[in-house]
């Protein structure tokens, strides 16, 4: 079956412009999750969705960031006005809660550079 | 909070040898569990083995075995017969489970993986 996909796979765009992040997880997959891999910070963990839940927005680094995820399945991670430091690679993982112990798979990515 | 340490930022392996890669974490959590993902040049985490803190035996896939040792706190990750196909970025991570609030994984710095021919 499909893997988590994520588009675009490569993202440049200029300091101060807005971007969205694409990420279509596992068909039947109820929670889904936003990472950002970095070279100084390594991997963090942005945000997570489960089912129709209110999403733990815990790990957003400030308000540019935000993610929405319509009808349950297709997510959208939006930065606006972005910065250089907002340059990495974002990681789309989704997963199928059985219990308590679910695996997260994870997409591509999608590097991004701000200029 | 937890927390997880990989302390080897690069390993050298021989092709057809066994190799261990490190991992200590630390949790006030009583329940949790423990993962190891495998990030090759590509940049796809490929999920490799998990570990539940209840476990009583060391889980096993493959060639990829984990040596749980709940009191020292390590879930080190054992690579059998290494194979050039192995060269990778290797991350441990770790994850509230069992009903808890956190759902999400946190990762350790990793480990660079060279394997030689």
């Known amino acids: 079956g499909a893997g988590v996909s994520q588009s675009p796979s490569n993202k440049v765009t200029e300091k101060g412009k807005d971007v969205e992040l694409r990420c279509d997880p596992i068909s039947g997959h109820t929670a889904l999750y936003w990472y950002r891999q970095s070279l100084g910070q390594g991997l963090e963990f942005l945000i997570y969705f489960q089912g129709n839940s209110a999403p733990d927005k815990s790990g957003l680094p400030s308000d540019r960031f935000s993610a929405e995820r319509t009808g349950g399945s297709v997510s959208t991670l939006t930065i606006q006005r972005t910065q250089q430091e907002d340059s990495a690679v974002y990681l789309c993982?989704?997963?199928?809660?059985?219990?308590?112990?679910?695996?997260?798979?994870f997409g591509p990515g999608t590097r991004l550079l701000v200029l | 909070a937890q927390k997880i340490t990989q302390t080897q930022p690069g390993m050298f392996v021989q092709e057809k040898e066994a190799v261990t890669l490190d991992c200590t974490y630390d949790t006030s959590d009583q329940s949790y569990g423990l993962f190891w993902y495998k990030q090759p040049s590509s940049g796809e985490m490929i999920f490799l083995i998990y570990q539940g803190s209840y476990d009583e035996q060391n889980a096993t896939e493959g060639r990829y075995s984990l040596n749980f040792q709940k009191a020292r706190k390590s879930a080190n990750l054992v690579i059998s017969a290494s194979q050039l196909g192995d060269s990778a970025m290797y991350f441990c991570?770790?994850?509230?489970?069992?009903?808890?609030?956190?759902?999400?994984?946190?990762f350790g710095s990793g480990t660079q993986l060279t394997v030689l021919p």
């Open positions: 993982a989704s997963s199928l809660a059985v219990g308590g112990y679910e695996t997260q798979y």
């Open positions: 991570a770790m994850r509230e489970e069992f009903g808890g609030s956190a759902r999400q994984l946190t």
